[in-house]
Structure formats: structure tokens, C-alpha cells
């Protein structure tokens, strides 16, 4: 992403309109291009289901960053998106189910549940029976 600020004063007199970009709250997650307003991450391997929002506060300043330069500031939220990182993983790794013999076909045993930490389309899951004993069964 790219911030833009601008200043009113006249271009052509010293640097009194040069615009410098600093990061005064965000750090060690991004950085900010000094003389772009570029926002770049700054650390590998974010992840959203550690922190999935951001607030980043973005300075810019005239006067080429000198002292004695006006500031001005805005807020930046960022949201990272996310990604297929997490296997689907079930409460127990054995369940117990009893079903009676005599229960009809397409009767149903029991409900297990697998619970994924990625959201929306990353955290549908699919269930198979897995060939192996009785699979052929159910």
C-alpha cells in the first residue's frame, strides 16, 4: 500500500513542501518508503491466526524531515488474509461410537467434528473413511 500526503506551500522554495514518510507505531511488522509512502511488511512469516489486525500510524513531514517541519499523521489499518496453513484436527484421535445390529442402512452412528483455526473457504473440511477395517461398512 502507498501513502500520499501533500503540502500547500510552494515547491519551488527550498523544502519547505519536500514530504518525508516515517512509521511511528506499527514497527517491527512494517515499514514505510521515506521518500515514497510505500508500506511494506517488514518481518517473514506473519500469521493471521496469531494477529490478524494491524494498526499502523504513518507520519509525514515537511521540511525534508528537518527540525522545524510541520507533521501531519494518519492511521492505517491492515488486515492480513488468510492462508491455508492448518490442518483440519479432530478433539480425540480415537472415538468410541456403538451402533445396534439391527439399525437400518443409512443410519446414522454418531457425529465427529474436525476444527480447523484458518477461516472462511481454508477451514471447510471434507470427511472420508479411510479404507482398513469395516470401512466398507460405513
Known sequence: MQVTATDADDPTYGNSARVVYSILHGQPYFSVDSK????????????????ELYQVLIQAKDMGGQLGGLAGTTTVNITLSDLNDNPPRFSKSIFHLRVPESSPVGS?????????????KNAEVEYNILPGDGGHMF
Open 36 to 51: 515514497t509512502g510505500v508500506i511494506r511488511t517488514a518481518l517473514p512469516n506473519m500469521d493471521r491466526e496469531v494477529k
Open 108 to 120: 446414522a452412528v454418531g457425529r465427529i467434528k474436525a476444527h480447523d483455526l484458518d477461516i472462511g
